[in-house]
């Protein structure tokens, strides 16, 4: 299958763009603070773009069609959990972190509980961007695989590199403006794609709505109290903590926060960015809900192949080449492939700022130059890529990527969004009552994730995880100081 020569173009020149705003701004970033923080000059409105898409990425463009493709909305209620989320981190997070002036999401935690904890958070945030990175470059390949039939494993390596060099090239500032601009064509591709299918509906928009209601698409999942399925609730608890974290704690959130000129303009933008998801993850899923319903009334337009377990997040990429008019079909692909490159950008940007901040500059070097210090920004860039690139082949032949990032940012995140809370909520915590919570905490993880026999869902990972730290940490610290007494 080849993309005719309009969208040849259109592809090409949009990853053109990309490129030139990394070189671009490669001759702006002079200092470790433009390629980290980008002078703390960002408008708001950029910022806010970014945020969103660093969330959407590629995950969210080809695994939520996908999911909905292949079961129902269950995992939109996922979205539902973000307004409190936001509410919640515009009200405490944002003015702490900016206040701190650090560019490091975790050197409070070492200022409160000491160089341990800072350790403990970045680890497991170093480990949670690996494993994102690595999703992300999975779900990269694929469109290019139904284009071209292309090995997914060598899309996986190309891609790899082709995004590393070019994070190395334009730091955030680059990193942030092309999030900007693919956000905005991430959501006019959405919306294209969704009237397209409700308008080329053989019998009209109504049977669309007919046939996923026939069987049961827009279903948010059961109400019930099992902890062993995914529920309603199961989600939006889930989605409830997972968003504190990404919003409140994640690295990437986080150092976007420190990019504006004052706090208003950052409240503004962690607001607008994380709000402007939920639209368009409706989007989304009514996009792999409208791919059912088209394919059903017209089954003879989709291969068997994209029926089996496994294949849902391919069946959206084969709609793109095989239904959409010329041109369209070459935007959309760019806008899959440009928000994966930001995504993967963002991952290796922070990713490597923290190791030059927590680690580097800690530990090594305290008063590394400038010079260094871009060299240690660059080489921590271009081992998280290469590591990046070898997860994603891991990740070759499962069955739901979105499934599989839940799983592994529930796991890898370590629950360390207790710990943040332990601090900001309780003022009197001490250091030994934080290190018997994060021990109690991280063995309910790791019993959760390898036992065979767990009665709880594996969404309930950081939850419970989270409790654990929390509530061990708040009794020790009663315990202790009644001791002291």
Not at 367 to 376: I, L
Request: hydrophobic letters at 50%.
């Amino acid at each position: 299958m080849r993309l005719p020569v309009p969208d040849l173009i259109v592809f090409f020149l949009l990853m053109a763009v990309n490129i030139f705003i990394g070189v671009f701004f490669y001759f702006r970033n002079k200092t470790p603070g433009d390629f980290t923080a980008g002078g703390r000059r960002i408008p708001a409105w950029v910022a806010g773009m970014s945020i969103f898409a660093t969330f959407v990425s590629s995950i969210s463009f080809l695994g939520l069609p996908g999911k909905a493709f292949m079961s129902d909305w269950n995992a939109f209620v996922f979205s539902l959990s973000i307004p409190f989320a936001a509410i919640l981190t515009v009200k405490f997070f944002v003015p702490h972190y900016r206040a701190i002036g650090n560019i490091s999401a975790y050197y409070y935690l070492e200022q409160r509980f000491g160089r341990w904890a800072r350790i403990y958070a970045s680890v497991c945030y170093i480990l949670t961007q690996l494993m994102r990175t690595g999703a992300i470059l999975m779900l990269l390949a694929i469109p290019l695989n139904t284009l071209f039939g292309w090995n997914i494993k060598s899309v996986i390596i190309l891609t790899g590199l082709l995004v590393t060099a070019y994070s190395m090239l334009g730091g955030i500032k680059a990193v942030m403006w092309t999030d900007a601009i693919q956000g905005i064509i991430l959501i006019a591709g959405a919306v294209v794609c969704s009237l397209f299918l409700v308008f080329s509906m053989p019998e009209g928009p109504r049977q669309l709505f007919e046939i996923a209601t026939a069987n049961n698409k827009f279903s948010l999942g059961s109400f019930g109290t099992s902890l062993s399925e995914s529920t309603f609730w199961i989600v939006l608890v889930y989605g409830l903590f997972i968003n504190l974290q990404n919003y409140g704690i994640d690295q990437n959130y986080i150092q976007r926060y420190m990019t504006t000129s004052t706090d208003r303009e950052a409240k503004r933008s962690a607001l607008f960015g994380s709000l402007l998801y939920i639209p368009v993850s409706l989007l989304f899923f009514f996009i792999g809900t409208g791919l059912f319903s088209y394919y059903t009334s017209q089954p003879g337009l989709l291969p068997g192949e994209y029926l089996l377990p496994g294949a849902g997040d391919k069946v959206f990429p084969y709609f793109i080449v095989t239904a959409l008019p010329p041109g369209l079909t070459g935007l959309l692909i760019a806008a899959i492939f440009a928000a994966g490159m930001s995504t993967v950008s963002t991952s290796l940007n922070s990713t490597s700022t923290i190791i030059l901040t927590d680690y580097y500059k800690r530990y090594f070097k305290k008063e590394a130059g400038e010079k260094e210090s871009m060299k240690v920004l660059y080489v921590s860039s271009a081992l998280m890529g290469i590591s990046g690139i070898a997860i994603a082949i891991a990740l070759i032949g499962v069955e739901s990527i979105l499934d599989a990032w839940w799983s592994l940012a529930s796991i890898f995140s370590g629950g360390m969004l207790g710990l943040f809370l332990l601090g900001f909520v309780s003022a009197k915590t001490s250091k030994p009552a934080a290190i018997t919570g994060v021990i109690a905490g991280v063995c309910l993880i790791i019993w959760m994730s390898l036992s065979t026999h767990s009665p709880f869902h594996t969404n309930l990972t950081i939850v419970l995880g989270t409790f654990t730290i929390f509530l061990v940490g708040f009794l020790f610290t009663i315990i202790f100081k009644k001791n002291e007494k």
